[in-house]
């Protein structure tokens, strides 16, 4: 039996538990389609950024492989499901940084570390200018 989920800001979390969840899938397609250098992607509060972004993290992130879990979908419907798992993608939500300004920080901060070090392996044949940028960098 499906359940209902409260509280989940995860796609893959939604799919893999089994939670009831509207196919909102055809947005990756709409965002594919668009030819502008910049999307910006508001709603209201409580209206699914957060779960959105995840659904679309998920879908592009090259250090993944979500083919399972978009299984079903209507993204894979259409030639656009190519695109799966192509690209590299940094997913930042704002959604747990709240209270003080320091907790705010700080959230902000760990999720920046968290995604250099899931593309670490990017650094390591950096060359001439670019090498001693991210060896100045890394001292900070």
């Known amino acids: 039996m499906k359940k209902i989920p409260i509280g989940t800001k995860s796609f ?7 939670y009831y969840f509207v ?5 990756i397609k709409e965002f594919l389609g ?3 250098d910049v999307t910006l992607i508001t709603r209201p509060r409580r209206f699914g950024k ?4 995840s659904m679309m993290a998920e879908f592009f992130d090259i250090t993944k492989d979500s083919k399972e879990i978009f299984k079903g979908t209507k993204i894979m419907e ?8 192509q690209y590299p993608t940094i997913f930042i939500s704002f959604a747990d940084a709240k209270r003080d300004k320091e907790t705010v ?13 899931k593309y670490d392996f990017v650094f390591e044949n ?3 200018f670019k090498k001693t940028n991210y060896e100045r960098l890394m001292k900070y």
């Open 126 to 128: 950096l060359k001439g």
């Open 50 to 53: 957060t779960i959105n972004m």
């Open 105 to 117: 920080v700080s959230t902000i901060r760990t999720q920046i570390q968290n995604q250099w070090d």
């Open 34 to 36: 668009r030819v502008t």
């Open 23 to 27: 196919d909102k899938t055809l947005m």
């Open 78 to 85: 259409t030639p656009y499901a190519a695109e799966i798992n």
């Open 12 to 18: 893959s979390r939604l799919v893999e538990g089994n």
